[in-house]
């Protein structure tokens, strides 16, 4: 049984590597990954669709029906994006390929993949990504793999799909330190930071870290957590306005707060909500993703010509893609994150979430590539450490 599991969770792996696009690698041959995806979103979809008529789903649960709502937004978004701007199914469908990630979840309930197994999958994901940033701060300025990189701000920046897992595997291992109290797991969750924010010099990045890192701690079992997080604060106070490694940040973050009326996220955020709408159905439903040669895809390059991108307006590009349905849909993850019970087990989660809640706004990790498999683990991890709170009957089979 341990070898068909490791079989399995091997497989996983692998596909979320392709998901991916492994780590963003440079040299990647040119090959139609979008197709690839698609068909593996259609591989999903059948699996999934013989689940569900087969009731194989164990139990039942309210993210169950968040996430396959989530599933359906990019279907109806295809139909507006047909009926407003001339967009073919076959491409729309292709356009959503990276978010066919999240049958993933209906995957994993179909399989009954234990809470350990989706950690251990979590686990060599995260190492993988430290991996992926050791071999870039080696090959710099030409990275193996990356979608980004540059000197900026004093600094580097390195960014390639699979940061998400950087992220929740580094919270992971600072609540494994604060459970079983070993240096090492404090380790791993600085060497996260480190690659986090040294190696990308991304603001939302560091003030993500922070936030994970007291959130875990206050709800630790420490007997001084209240005082170290305290004292802790007004150190990093401290460090931040008298160090020289934060001056770049500092320097751009003047400029854009005396400025903010002319910031092109402001021009962004009003584009997409107002000028970018085909009518009441496209707000409800969105846009969908451009596609190749449509008239969407037309708008889509001239916005960006104008420096406005989705990837830089949080759950306003939601709101563009999949409509209110998709904004209420995410709202509903962030609920669900928030609302579980408060365990020295699962702070990890919730730190996860509050990440992504920090680029809401000023951000796309909620539906960026390198983060939506691992929002998907963290998702299926809620599910199972809530499991217990919604049990129903097992259905019988048809």
């Known amino acids: 049984m341990l070898k068909k599991h490791l079989f399995v969770d091997g497989i996983i792996v692998v596909i979320i590597l392709i998901f991916l696009q492994f780590f963003s690698y440079t040299k990647l041959p040119d090959i139609k990954l979008l197709l690839i995806l698609s068909l593996l979103g259609l591989l999903f979809f059948i699996f999934t669709a013989y689940g569900f008529l087969t009731q194989q789903f164990k139990t039942?649960?309210?993210?169950?029906?968040?996430?396959?709502?989530?599933?359906?937004?990019?279907?109806?978004?295809?139909?507006?994006?047909?009926?407003?701007?001339?967009q073919s199914f076959e491409s729309s469908l292709k356009s959503c390929s990276n978010f066919y990630?999240?049958?993933?979840?209906?995957?994993?309930?179909?399989?009954?993949?234990?809470e350990d197994r989706v950690e251990r999958i979590l686990k060599v994901l995260f190492f993988l990504s430290l991996l992926i940033f050791l071999i870039d701060y080696a090959t710099?300025?030409?990275?193996?793999?990356?979608?980004?990189?540059?000197?900026r701000r004093n600094g580097i920046t390195i960014f390639f799909y699979g940061q998400g897992f950087t992220f929740l595997g580094g919270f992971y291992y600072l609540n494994k330190f604060f459970e079983e109290k070993k240096i090492i797991n404090l380790g791993w969750f600085l060497a996260a930071s480190f690659c986090l924010f040294m190696l990308t010099q991304a603001r939302m990045n560091l003030f993500?870290?922070?936030?994970?890192?007291?959130?875990?701690l206050i709800f630790s079992d420490l007997s001084l957590r209240y005082v170290l997080s305290f004292a802790l604060i007004i150190a990093g106070f401290v460090f931040y306005s008298t160090s020289s490694i934060f001056t770049g940040i500092k320097d751009e973050t003047?400029?854009?707060?005396?400025?903010?009326k002319e910031d092109v996220r402001v021009q962004a955020h009003t584009y997409f909500l107002t000028v970018l709408q085909g009518g009441l159905p496209t707000q409800i439903f969105g846009n969908g993703l451009p596609g190749s040669d449509s008239d969407l895809d037309i708008?889509?390059?001239?916005?960006?010509?104008?420096?406005?991108?989705?990837?830089?307006v949080g759950l306003t590009g939601i709101f563009s893609y999949f409509g209110i349905v998709g904004v209420i849909v995410w709202l509903l993850f962030f609920y669900n994150a928030f609302k579980t019970k408060n365990t020295t087990h699962t702070m990890y989660l919730k730190a996860y979430f509050l990440t992504l809640l920090t680029t809401a706004i000023a951000g796309y990790s909620i539906f960026e590539p390198g983060y939506m498999p691992a929002t998907v683990l963290a998702l299926y991890l809620i599910r199972c450490s809530t499991l217990s709170n919604y049990n129903y009957e097992d259905p019988e089979p048809i």
Not at 140 to 151: G, I, K, N, Q, V
């Open 60 to 86: 039942k649960h309210p993210l169950d029906k968040i996430v396959f709502t989530f599933i359906c937004c990019f279907i109806i978004s295809a139909f507006m994006a047909n009926i407003y701007w001339s």
């Open 101 to 114: 990630v999240y049958f993933l979840y209906f995957v994993f309930i179909i399989l009954d993949v234990q």
């Open 140 to 151: 710099f300025p030409d990275p193996l793999f990356s979608y980004r990189s540059e000197e």
């Open 208 to 216: 993500a870290l922070a936030l994970g890192f007291f959130l875990i």
């Open 254 to 260: 003047k400029s854009q707060a005396q400025f903010y």
């Open 299 to 312: 708008q889509s390059r001239r916005a960006k010509d104008k420096g406005y991108w989705t990837a830089d």
